[in-house]
């Protein structure tokens, strides 16, 4: 019988229900499982999809899992062995409207969980692919509504490309993407994405420890890993899970000073852009506030306070090319910016820093304000991460609102230098 192709909007129920079948298929699996992933487009925040969720478990040794059939027929699953992919063992439920497929791989067979892999973290991390790919899925569904073999011919073409460029990435940012899945931090998706950074991991793939380095931040995810924090070469130490943190203090010792950082939420509609035109207009006439040029690139990375503004691009050049920021100048002397300490695919990480005898004087709120306009206007997110308390401030008197306070390790030898940017 024909197959009914149906492609919707994301669901934001569909992890729940990949968890609920993921614990019935563990219970089966027992020990012959090594892993179990949620793959295809419904593991993909924001992505439409026909609404059948893909799940993929590794297993030891696949020839015992064929001992495990009737097991998967009893909670309503056809097994259909390999089905057209050597060392594959796939599984469908649903029948005609299916809701559920399986495709259990043996953990030595790194090319095709790697594959699988790499097109899930790709897309979830590239906004660009997602949105092409959705539009293509629903157009290819609207012409072969009762035709899946139409539908996926439709694809073919498209998803190798995908498949080949996601390798490529996953190999070059070394699988570590999905240990850092749902962190909301921009310069982890400033590296990932390929524009600033490094990532280094324990070795294998996939990783199960890694460390995003950027600027002045190394971010910690995984198994804590004591080589990779050995190996952090920046002022900040960032653990995205409390168990990073006894390890952190046990190989730094004194060096590694605890603190608290503040997350801030990510609310695009949030902005009050007549507010923020008042603040952005309110530099007294003696002040100019001026896009950063090469001019003033240069001039800024010549004084240690305001160094940041740019420090991350590699030259004036680049920053011309690829950052966004503004400076209020007197005289032609720089006094205060705000600029892109990091960028990302779809927005910026917002700097702003004031020389010490012009601070409290609304220089950083004029500045920050105008490049939170320019963002909006070119259709970037202007993120904003508060390294403390008077930064809260300012972000929440600039339209954003404070998410929650979160972990970080100064290095001593670097503290007095932080505390007082």
């Not at 990375?301 to 920021?325: E, N």
Request: aromatic content about 10%; charged content about 30%.
């Amino acid at each position: 019988m024909a197959q009914h192709v149906k492609v919707v909007s994301y669901d934001s129920e569909w992890p729940e229900i990949y968890e609920r079948e993921k614990n019935l298929i563990l219970q089966i699996l027992g020990e012959e499982a090594a892993a179990i992933y949620h793959i295809g487009s419904t593991s993909v925040p924001g992505l439409c999809a026909k609404p059948i969720i893909d799940i993929m478990p590794v297993v030891r040794d696949i020839s015992k899992v064929d001992r495990m059939q009737s097991q998967f027929e009893a909670i309503g699953y056809e097994y259909m062995g390999e089905f057209g992919i050597p060392g594959r063992r796939y599984l469908r439920k649903g029948g005609n409207e299916r809701t559920h497929q399986i495709h259990i791989f043996e953990e030595k067979n790194k090319k095709d969980v790697l594959r699988h892999l790499a097109v899930r973290d790709y897309l979830r991390l590239h906004s660009e692919a997602r949105k092409a790919y959705g539009t293509l899925k629903q157009n290819v569904a609207a012409q072969h509504p009762e035709d899946i073999e139409g539908y996926c011919h439709g694809k073919d073409a498209f998803v190798k490309d995908l498949e080949t460029k996601a390798s490529a990435w996953y190999e070059r940012t070394k699988g570590a993407a999905y240990l850092f899945d749902g962190w909301q931090e921009t310069m982890i998706w400033s590296c990932l994405q390929e524009h600033m950074g490094s990532v280094e991991t324990d070795g294998s793939l996939p990783p199960a420890s890694a460390r995003i380095s950027v600027g002045d931040f190394s971010f910690f995810a995984g198994t804590p890993d004591e080589n990779l924090i050995q190996g952090a070469n920046t002022p900040i130490l960032g653990p995205r899970t409390e168990n990073w943190e006894p390890v952190i203090e046990k190989v730094l010792g004194a060096e590694a000073i605890k603190a608290q950082r503040y997350a801030i939420k990510k609310e695009p509609e949030a902005f009050d852009c007549e507010i923020l035109e008042k603040y952005a207009a309110s530099l007294p006439a003696a002040y100019e506030l001026r896009p950063i040029d090469q001019e003033l690139y240069e001039q800024i990375m010549t004084k240690p306070w305001a160094k940041d503004l740019c420090s991350q691009f590699r030259d004036g050049d680049d920053y011309v090319r690829r950052g966004l920021g503004f400076a209020a100048v007197l005289r032609g002397d720089v006094v205060a910016g705000a600029s892109s300490y990091t960028i990302y695919d779809d927005g910026i990480e917002i700097e702003i820093d004031t020389n010490k005898e012009f601070r409290n004087r609304g220089f950083a709120s004029a500045c920050g304000s105008r490049l939170i306009l320019e963002c909006l206007s070119r259709g970037l997110y202007p993120s904003w991460d508060a390294h403390d308390l008077r930064s809260v401030s300012l972000a929440e008197k600039l339209g954003y609102h404070r998410d929650r306070p979160y972990n970080v390790y100064f290095l001593k030898s670097s503290c007095d230098d932080l505390i007082d940017a």
